[in-house]
């Protein structure tokens, strides 16, 4: 694993599983995405993982609509774009695989399949492959989300039968706590790091009560931290989160105690292999 001296920090503001009329203060239109994401920038995050919804606030994966929302936030923020390709629980392949052609900077390709929930999100591994090679192709640089430890043998698996991703830098991403994937513990964060490629980086969120234990773990142990509405709805004990840039705020005044302060996204784009300043990654070989 890579050590640095300071965090990255991603907020993930939407997610596609909360629904706008249980959860008012949730970013849907590309309006209030921008707004959240300026405001999360400002308070230290350097990437946004970004789900978009339709005109009636349900997930989509609408080609055009990825596409303006990547312009928009290339415009309006200095922040990493990673669009995720998991989408929703019902969203097929072919759109998922799709999700690439909008260009972001960067993409999520989880290492596997897992319950979620009542639900079970698919990821065959016919379909991570193309995924990896769809955004070796484009010079798209993934994030490795992992739900359960054995996902970190397919990325093994992976970059060894294919090659390094984009950018040529290994970049995971622990979700810990979803119902059906790996518990949101400080024990399992640290069994997980032994499976770890040498050299990746990896940030972790643990979703609702497991928010701030997987944090707090996560930065002593050298991680990065990814937090958003996205992830947890909840600030405190029967307390709901204000909005995306409180749990921002949060997460980069306890990156600052632990000694290891936000990165600015330009360091951010260096560590992670994303080339330019708003641009892509150089196409891999
Ligand atoms: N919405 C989940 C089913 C990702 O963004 O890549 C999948 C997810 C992972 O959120
Ligand atoms: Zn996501």
């Not at 499976?195 to 050298?222: K, Q, Y």
């Amino acid at each position: 694993m890579s050590q640095s001296t300071g965090t990255i920090i991603t907020v993930a503001p939407t997610g596609a599983e909360h629904a706008k009329s249980n959860v008012p203060n949730l970013p849907v239109t590309l309006a209030e995405l921008v707004s959240t994401a300026q405001d999360c920038e400002r308070v230290g995050a350097a990437m946004i993982h970004v789900h978009i919804r339709d005109d009636d606030a349900k997930p989509t994966l609408d080609l055009g609509r990825l596409k303006d929302t990547v312009a928009a936030l290339r415009e309006q923020t200095n922040l990493i774009v990673q669009l995720s390709t998991g989408g929703a629980v019902t969203d097929p392949e072919s759109d998922r695989l799709r999700v690439l052609d909008a260009m972001p900077d960067s993409a999520s390709c989880t290492m596997g399949t897992v319950n979620f929930g009542d639900d079970v999100f698919l990821n065959r591994w016919e379909f991570i492959v193309e995924l990896h090679k769809g955004m070796q192709e484009r010079g798209i640089v993934p994030e490795y989300e992992i739900f359960d430890i054995g996902q970190l043998a397919s990325l093994h698996r992976l970059l060894d039968e294919y090659g390094p991703p984009a950018g040529g830098h290994v970049h995971v991403d622990l979700v810990m706590g979803v119902p059906g994937g790996m518990p949101g513990d400080a024990e399992t964060l640290v069994s997980a790091m032994r499976l770890i490629p040498d050299g990746a980086t990896f940030s972790a969120t643990g979703i609702g009560r497991s928010t701030l234990p997987v944090m707090l773990a996560s930065l002593s142990a050298g991680g990065h931290l990814r937090v958003g509405m996205e992830d947890t709805i909840s600030y405190a004990r029967g307390e709901r989160v204000k909005d995306n840039a409180q749990l921002v705020a949060r997460a980069a005044g306890l990156a600052r105690i632990a000694q290891r302060p936000p990165l600015a996204s330009v360091q951010v784009r260096e560590l992670l292999g994303v080339k330019g300043e708003k641009g892509l990654a150089d196409v891999a070989v």
